[in-house]
């Protein structure tokens, strides 16, 4: 059982930027894939970024390569995105997941936190 909590989302001015965390509970945080979604009002949940149990391996979803860096501290049992150049489409509800495989649709996620909600004003 794995449980999250997303934290670190706000109100920004569109340049701007913003680090999420995603803190998890249990002791086996180190054997999951961490990916972070969002969702805008009205659209479907998309995928952001992954990064793998190790954190050697990660994947940007293009729309926000070269601008989001997603990382993970086991030791603190916490999973971050960076985010840089902040665009008002960014603005969503984010959350993080947690899944045995690396993948980048929803359905391997068995474990979601409730969500960080970050708004980029123009």
């Known amino acids: 059982q794995v449980q999250l909590v997303e934290s670190g989302g706000g109100l920004v001015q569109a340049g701007g930027s913003l680090r999420l965390s995603c803190a998890a509970s249990g002791r086996t945080f180190s054997s999951y894939a961490m990916a972070w979604f969002r969702q805008a009002p009205g659209k479907e949940r998309e995928f952001v970024a992954v990064?793998?149990?190790?954190?050697?391996?990660?994947y940007n979803a293009d729309s926000v390569k070269g601008r989001f860096t997603i990382s993970r501290d086991n030791a603190k049992n916490t999973v971050y995105l960076q985010m840089n150049s902040l665009e008002p489409e960014d603005t969503a509800l984010y959350y993080c997941a947690a899944s045995r495989v690396v993948a980048l649709t929803a359905a391997p996620y068995g474990y979601w936190g409730q969500g960080t909600q970050v708004t980029v004003s123009s």
């Open positions: 990064i793998s149990s190790s954190g050697g391996r990660s």
